[in-house]
């Protein structure tokens, strides 16, 4: 089978192809105009660098975007057999994170990389209309407050509580929208965002996490709440998460919240395989233009 793939430099042939589909687009698209509303008394000038393959052929077209800085992500969109055709071409970044494939993309992907730590996860989606702010009463040792960057040694804190051990830098709380909770001045949860776009009108609420001795209270509740009505009061029609599917506490709290259950996608991390181009010298692929080529698979 012939495909043709492409690099693409326009943002709307992007739109044009997530038409639809924002739940599984929400990354992409913030990613394309990766600020806020300069309403926001933080700064959103941080640049990310993208860059796009489109591919066409016999069963379908397919998307499959990079994210270069400051994290590595990857994101495919489409026909699986078009996505494997655009791999023989496009660059394949020696470490990356698979932010957003659908199942069916994975034995694709795992011809040019390996593929670990492999979650299957539901994208949630909700807008002004469907949302239902948060109605849990706090007690009166507990205080909800937006945090802000001179807060990230306390936020990194409360993230050392879980299994993971990311540290952010305080950068990721300048860029983004995070509330927390505090009980007796002691950070106990915390809600924020991945990437926000005032332009795209789009935005991605992760990094939930209460602290284990604060469980079963509807803090993550009440800080998702204060993260999504952050993000309506800025312009964002359309705002996304992704929750593991068997975390039936946390699936109920956001459907509470309006939040409606989506597509279902996997995450991974993501190593290339080397030597995996050089099998492009053994199938047809030929170059039709600087950034064009035909593929054959």
Request: one cysteine or more.
């Amino acid at each position: 089978m012939d495909f043709r793939v492409w690099k693409s430099t326009s943002s709307d042939e992007v739109r044009e192809f997530l038409a639809g589909s924002h739940d599984l687009g929400a990354y992409a698209l913030a990613y394309l105009n990766p600020r806020a509303s300069t309403s926001l008394d933080i700064n959103f000038s941080t640049r990310y660098l993208t860059q796009y393959y489109f591919a066409s052929g016999p069963t379908g077209r397919s998307l499959i975007f990079y994210v270069n800085q400051p994290n590595s992500l990857l994101l495919t969109f489409g026909d699986k057999r078009a996505i494997e055709a655009t791999f023989l071409v496009a660059p394949s970044l020696r470490k990356s994170y698979l932010a957003t494939a659908s199942p069916e993309h994975l034995e694709s992907i795992a011809k040019s990389h390996r593929v670990s730590a492999v979650l299957t996860m539901n994208r949630m989606l909700t807008t002004e209309s469907s949302f239902k702010p948060a109605t849990v009463k706090l007690e009166a040792a507990f205080h909800l407050s937006r945090l802000r960057p001179e807060d990230i040694e306390e936020i990194n804190s409360l993230y050392r509580t879980g299994l993971g051990l990311n540290q952010y830098p305080a950068r990721v709380v300048s860029e983004g929208i995070y509330w927390g909770v505090r009980k007796s001045g002691m950070l106990a949860a915390i809600a924020g965002t991945h990437v926000i776009s005032g332009k795209e009108k789009v935005a991605v609420v992760g990094n939930v996490y209460t602290h284990p001795k604060a469980r079963g209270l509807g803090l993550a509740q009440v800080t998702t709440s204060a993260v999504t009505s952050s993000l309506l009061t800025i312009g964002c029609t359309e705002i996304v998460l992704t929750v593991d599917p068997e975390n039936m506490p946390a699936v109920s709290a956001y459907k509470r919240l309006g939040f409606n259950l989506k597509s279902e996608v996997i995450e991974g991390r993501l190593s290339r395989r080397r030597f995996y181009q050089v099998r492009k010298f053994f199938r047809k692929v030929k170059r039709s233009g600087s950034d064009d080529f035909v593929v054959t698979i």
